[in-house]
């Protein structure tokens, strides 16, 4: 019978800093603790007494790789406590930034964490130039992720940290020549991102355990902006009702918070989104996908990765399609008087739903504000997860196997630490 | 073929956009550095990482911890040139934006210092060891880091000649 204590004192491949504890006696798994180990920065308090307008290139430092998620989840809250109802060509201008940002992070996250799992190497740039598939995933990923990225910098400025989109609309706008070029840029990555599809919709990993999903879906169209909070049970949840559905859960080990929703723990994410809303993708990436289209929907982890690499191609066509039908002026940003508001922002960030919320005076300052992420929201799924897969392995498993199945476990999630560790704690009254 | 050079990228208190912009760096340079850089400790790249001489170190992010200000004199007592990258490294801010909180919300925040044993304030790199190159920006410019690489990759070939 197996007897030991398992920790990785420090998670690789992964976006931020983690640690993992199973406690494992006479084969049954005694405990499981995912500890999220980022020193927290604090940010919930930093934002009270800080104008409204500000707070999007703040809370953008929450995390690298998901800022624009965040600056855009900053925006809509301050919007909404603002009364400012963006242009039509502002939402558009939106979109296209989470395009960019669906695009670049999770394209680092298939091609330079996951798939050295897959092809067992112990990272990306190890890739041999010499093997056929190989040297054409090394080619395919940064031309995906360039793509990404130069679609970002054309609409928002920059990929991380954007700084054209602010409170009431853009301060900068896309020119003809580049749009030109990120048209072009697409279109050629376009059959790379087939190619990413094609590898995981092989892949053979799998871990199927029940459990609730949830996101924001938009009515019309697979989106990451606007739209209801939906669970796999069938729940529509208002933006503003968020505060009501989620249950905040202090897990001492951790610097981060971890939440339940009214049945226990619940996972966010691209998989999520896929199983919720995969008849909304852009007409293009069904007519190139029906097959795959129907592993979904689905309780297996792995799938995540499937979902994301789904996810690039939407998002690929979903920007091809605005920037070929679109041209873009400029517009004067939207002000509106400060007043004393409470204001609510919910986007999909490429981990899933992410929440700000502010209460807003009416000197244009902010007196108290909240910010759930994703990795907090998937935390506990994660541990139950791990625990359940950890029994599953033990009769046959060595203790090295277990850890590597654990790792990659952790890696489908795509958690970010950055962004679950640095708030204080919410206030839910 | 000339030796590699040894890279390590390590990530203390930030939001790791460093990270992400070498990431994106590599995009239109991945064939030059999979030649000429061995990338021996980047826990966001690889899980086997080796911390012993390293040729250039990179750190982001500022110093929240003794933990933290032990493992940065490590990495330096193991590293030729040693770089801080981005806000964060070099001035220390925005990470360490609880060393100007006010009174009242340092007192608020007092219990979760205390529980992870965190430093009373926020240390920018220079704080805890000599640094040869500072690279600023939140996050680094691209081209500025590129620069600053060309001449440390220059200057440690000039010294090994």
Redesign the interface.
Same mark, same amino acid.
């Given at each position: 019978m197996h007897t030991f204590d398992l920790k990785l004192d =420090?998670l690789?491949?992964? $976006?931020? &800093?983690a640690q993992l504890e199973v406690k494992v006696k006479d084969g049954k798994v005694e405990r499981v603790e995912f500890k999220i180990t $980022? !020193?927290?920065? !604090? !940010?919930t308090?930093?934002l $009270?007494g800080k104008p409204i307008i500000a707070l999007p290139q703040?809370l953008a @430092?929450?995390?690298?790789?998901c &800022?624009n998620a965040h600056i855009l989840a900053s925006i809509e809250a301050a919007e909404h406590a603002l009364q400012i109802e963006p242009t039509e060509q502002t939402k558009i201008l939106r979109d296209l930034t989470m395009d960019g940002l669906i695009i @670049?992070d999770h394209a *680092?996250h298939l091609y330079?964490f996951v798939m050295?799992d897959l092809v067992q190497k112990?990272? !990306?740039?190890?890739f041999d =130039?010499n093997i056929p598939f190989e040297n054409q995933m *090394?080619h395919d990923a940064? $031309?995906i992720?360039?793509a990404g990225?130069h679609l970002a910098t054309l609409v928002a400025g920059? &990929?991380?940290?954007a700084q054209y989109p602010v409170v009431g609309g853009f301060n900068h706008f896309p020119d003809e020549k580049g749009t030109r070029e990120v048209i072009q840029k697409l279109e050629a990555a376009r059959p790379a991102v087939l190619r990413l599809i094609e590898v995981f919709s092989k892949c053979p990993f799998s871990f199927d355990r029940k459990t609730h999903f949830m996101a924001l879906v938009p009515k019309d169209k697979y989106g990451f902006i606007d739209g209801k909070i939906i669970s796999s049970e069938g729940e529509a949840i208002e933006e503003d009702d968020y505060r009501d559905h989620l249950e905040r859960v202090v897990l001492?080990y951790s610097?981060a918070s971890a939440y339940k929703h009214e049945r226990g723990s619940y996972m966010v994410g691209a998989l999520s989104r896929m199983n919720l809303a995969k008849e909304l993708l852009h007409s293009n990436t069904k007519k190139s996908l029906s097959k795959i289209l129907e592993s979904f929907s689905s309780t297996d982890i792995f799938k995540t990765n499937l979902a994301q690499a789904i996810e690039i191609l939407h998002c690929l066509d979903h920007a091809l399609e605005v920037l070929k039908t679109n041209k873009f002026r400029p517009e004067e940003i939207i002000k509106k008087s400060a007043r004393d508001a409470v204001g609510v922002g919910v986007v999909e960030a490429p981990r899933g739903t992410l929440y700000h919320m502010y209460k807003l005076e009416s000197n244009g300052t902010v007196k108290s504000g909240e910010v759930i992420v994703p990795t907090g929201q998937n935390q506990i799924n994660i541990e139950e997860d791990i625990y359940e897969m950890v029994e599953r392995l033990l009769p046959a498993m060595t203790q090295d196997q277990i850890q590597f199945e654990i =790792?990659k476990l952790i890696r489908a999630y795509d958690p970010c630490m &950055?962004c679950a560790a640095h708030f *204080?704690?919410v206030n839910w009254s | 073929m000339d030796k590699k050079i040894k890279i390590g990228w390590f990530?203390f208190?930030?939001?790791?956009?460093?990270?992400?912009?070498l990431? /994106?760096i590599?995009?239109?340079h991945?064939q030059d550095?999979?030649k000429i850089f061995e990338?021996r400790h980047?826990?966001?790249?690889?899980? /086997?990482?080796i911390l012993d001489e390293l040729d250039i170190a990179f750190i982001e992010g500022a110093i929240?911890?003794e933990w933290?200000a032990e493992r940065l004199k490590e990495i330096r007592g193991k590293s030729k040139k040693l770089v801080a990258v981005g806000a964060c490294a070099v001035v220390g801010m925005?990470?360490g934006?609880?060393n100007y #909180?006010s009174a009242e919300?340092k007192q608020?925040?007092e219990f979760?210092v205390a529980? #992870?044993s965190?430093l009373p304030k926020v240390q920018k790199v220079r704080d805890v060891v000599n640094v040869d190159a500072e690279i600023p920006g939140?996050?680094i410019e691209p081209s500025v880091f590129l620069t600053a690489v060309d001449s440390l990759v220059r200057e440690l070939k000039a010294g090994a000649a």
């Amino acid at each position: 019978m197996h007897t030991f204590d398992l920790k990785l004192d =420090e998670l690789t491949k992964v $976006e931020g &800093s983690a640690q993992l504890e199973v406690k494992v006696k006479d084969g049954k798994v005694e405990r499981v603790e995912f500890k999220i180990t $980022e !020193f927290k920065r !604090f !940010f919930t308090k930093a934002l $009270e007494g800080k104008p409204i307008i500000a707070l999007p290139q703040l809370l953008a @430092r929450i995390c690298g790789t998901c &800022s624009n998620a965040h600056i855009l989840a900053s925006i809509e809250a301050a919007e909404h406590a603002l009364q400012i109802e963006p242009t039509e060509q502002t939402k558009i201008l939106r979109d296209l930034t989470m395009d960019g940002l669906i695009i @670049r992070d999770h394209a *680092l996250h298939l091609y330079m964490f996951v798939m050295p799992d897959l092809v067992q190497k112990d990272a !990306f740039l190890d890739f041999d =130039e010499n093997i056929p598939f190989e040297n054409q995933m *090394l080619h395919d990923a940064f $031309e995906i992720k360039a793509a990404g990225n130069h679609l970002a910098t054309l609409v928002a400025g920059r &990929s991380v940290h954007a700084q054209y989109p602010v409170v009431g609309g853009f301060n900068h706008f896309p020119d003809e020549k580049g749009t030109r070029e990120v048209i072009q840029k697409l279109e050629a990555a376009r059959p790379a991102v087939l190619r990413l599809i094609e590898v995981f919709s092989k892949c053979p990993f799998s871990f199927d355990r029940k459990t609730h999903f949830m996101a924001l879906v938009p009515k019309d169209k697979y989106g990451f902006i606007d739209g209801k909070i939906i669970s796999s049970e069938g729940e529509a949840i208002e933006e503003d009702d968020y505060r009501d559905h989620l249950e905040r859960v202090v897990l001492p080990y951790s610097q981060a918070s971890a939440y339940k929703h009214e049945r226990g723990s619940y996972m966010v994410g691209a998989l999520s989104r896929m199983n919720l809303a995969k008849e909304l993708l852009h007409s293009n990436t069904k007519k190139s996908l029906s097959k795959i289209l129907e592993s979904f929907s689905s309780t297996d982890i792995f799938k995540t990765n499937l979902a994301q690499a789904i996810e690039i191609l939407h998002c690929l066509d979903h920007a091809l399609e605005v920037l070929k039908t679109n041209k873009f002026r400029p517009e004067e940003i939207i002000k509106k008087s400060a007043r004393d508001a409470v204001g609510v922002g919910v986007v999909e960030a490429p981990r899933g739903t992410l929440y700000h919320m502010y209460k807003l005076e009416s000197n244009g300052t902010v007196k108290s504000g909240e910010v759930i992420v994703p990795t907090g929201q998937n935390q506990i799924n994660i541990e139950e997860d791990i625990y359940e897969m950890v029994e599953r392995l033990l009769p046959a498993m060595t203790q090295d196997q277990i850890q590597f199945e654990i =790792e990659k476990l952790i890696r489908a999630y795509d958690p970010c630490m &950055s962004c679950a560790a640095h708030f *204080l704690k919410v206030n839910w009254s | 073929m000339d030796k590699k050079i040894k890279i390590g990228w390590f990530s203390f208190s930030c939001c790791e956009d460093n990270t992400v912009i070498l990431t /994106e760096i590599m995009n239109d340079h991945w064939q030059d550095w999979k030649k000429i850089f061995e990338f021996r400790h980047a826990r966001v790249l690889k899980s /086997e990482n080796i911390l012993d001489e390293l040729d250039i170190a990179f750190i982001e992010g500022a110093i929240a911890s003794e933990w933290h200000a032990e493992r940065l004199k490590e990495i330096r007592g193991k590293s030729k040139k040693l770089v801080a990258v981005g806000a964060c490294a070099v001035v220390g801010m925005p990470a360490g934006q609880r060393n100007y #909180f006010s009174a009242e919300q340092k007192q608020e925040i007092e219990f979760l210092v205390a529980r #992870f044993s965190a430093l009373p304030k926020v240390q920018k790199v220079r704080d805890v060891v000599n640094v040869d190159a500072e690279i600023p920006g939140c996050p680094i410019e691209p081209s500025v880091f590129l620069t600053a690489v060309d001449s440390l990759v220059r200057e440690l070939k000039a010294g090994a000649a």
